[in-house]
């Protein structure tokens, strides 16, 4: 049988874009069904994993080249969901996956679209010559939504990540390797009280009044931890609620807080610090909790990536970190001693703005990395 020709990067670039797959939508399966073909053909054992029972179309793409072989694979992945297009108009159809002056334009184009096909194309690329070593691609799904379809497979299918021995997510980076990111971790600050008549006060118990002085301690609060790349960890005040309607005394009221944490950080310590800050009156919940991530660049295959990155680009391949959370961190839940480098085409300011784009130069520079880094690690 002979093997079918790679395709091209661009190309595939605009049919992945021209699928709608906006992480609300839940339109997953739609656009993973033509890619779990594309790889089929190219050899690869394809499967769906549904991570949300009520949702169906939700879902994750399993790909293995030689599942039977039980040596360290390589991991290429990614998410193939998007945010929405926003409010403000596009100079484009946003689904068009339209080409001018040396880019290509549309929703998901640089998050992460342009990345997962360089993947695919690197990974069928590569399929023929791999001589029964097996190339692992995943292609996850809900990750705008808080790395749904990732923390799934580590947290509930652990054993879809046996046998992986690195991790590349295709996130943009300008195709230059990053070593982390910070991690994300919701704090929730709840009052409870009696609700009243606002006409009669007296007889109720105003929650928020009890929430305040807690919001006026913690405003100032920063915590202490600092992490030499990942820089310091950070702690917002974002969301204050409480009450369902204004002539009553609220007998709710919630404070949200968003952290950013860094490697190695003493949570016990931060949640201890909350807690206290926050007052007896005052329930501390964690609703969400996202790990940092990061990799020792000086490890052997992170410093043979920075290798291959410089050879490819010409460029020194600084030790940089990423500005966002990515499926990497989802992953670490599940195989923690593993290293995952982020890297893909494409810039990091331009996730999720309006006429989102991303340089077809960049789409043929990160499929030959991608292509490079296979040889590298199955010593081609």
Same mark, same amino acid.
């Given at each position: 049988m002979t093997t079918p020709k790679a395709p091209d990067v661009l190309e595939l670039t605009q049919e992945l874009v021209r699928f709608e797959s906006i992480t609300a939508n839940n339109r997953e399966t739609a656009i993973l069904e033509p890619v779990r073909k594309l790889l089929e053909s190219f050899g690869f054992t394809c499967s769906l994993m549904h991570y949300d029972a009520d949702i169906p179309t939700r879902a994750n793409l399993i790909a293995e080249l030689n599942p039977a072989d039980k040596r360290p694979a390589l991991c290429l992945g990614g998410h193939i969901d998007t945010v929405p297009f926003g409010n403000a108009p596009w100079d484009d159809d946003p689904l068009?996956? #339209?080409v001018k002056d040396g880019k290509i334009y549309g929703r998901g184009t640089a998050d992460m679209k342009?990345? !997962?096909?360089? %993947? =695919?194309? #690197?990974a069928a690329s590569m399929a023929g010559k791999l001589d029964g *070593?097996? =190339?692992?691609?995943?292609?996850?799904g809900g990750e705008e939504f808080g790395l749904l379809g990732s923390r799934y497979m580590a947290e509930q299918k652990p054993e879809t990540l046996n046998n992986i021995g690195a991790v590349i997510v295709g996130e943009p980076t300008n195709n230059r390797p990053q070593f982390g990111h910070k991690g994300v971790t919701w704090f929730e600050l709840c009052t409870k009280g009696v609700t009243a008549h606002a006409a009669m006060p007296e007889k109720g118990d105003n929650a928020l009044l009890k929430? %305040?002085?807690a919001a006026c301690k913690l405003q100032h609060f920063q915590p202490e931890d600092t992490h030499p790349y990942l820089g310091k960890s950070t702690l917002v005040l974002s969301v204050m609620q409480s009450g369902l309607n204004t002539n009553s005394v609220p007998d709710s009221a919630v404070l949200k807080m968003d952290c950013r944490t860094v490697a190695g950080q003493? !949570? /016990?310590?931060?949640? &201890?610090? =909350? *807690? /206290? &800050? #926050?007052?007896p009156d005052a329930t501390l919940t964690v609703p969400a909790d996202i790990p940092p991530l990061w990799s020792d660049p000086e490890s052997t295959w992170c410093r043979s990536v920075r290798r291959i990155v410089e050879e490819v680009t010409g460029t020194e391949a600084e030790v940089l970190c990423a500005e966002f959370a990515t499926d990497a961190a989802a992953l670490k839940l599940g195989i923690p001693d593993v290293p995952m480098i982020v890297m893909g085409p494409g810039e990091q300011g331009m996730a999720h703005r309006t006429n989102e784009n991303v340089r077809v130069e960049d789409l043929y520079t990160a499929q030959k990395i991608y292509e490079?880094? %296979?040889?590298?690690?199955?010593?081609?």
């Open positions: 068009s996956g #339209a342009g990345g !997962m096909a360089a %993947i =695919l194309c #690197a *070593r097996n =190339l692992v691609v995943h292609i996850y929430l %305040i002085p003493d !949570m /016990e310590k931060l949640t &201890l610090a =909350l *807690r /206290e &800050l #926050a007052g490079q880094i %296979i040889a590298d690690w199955y010593k081609l």
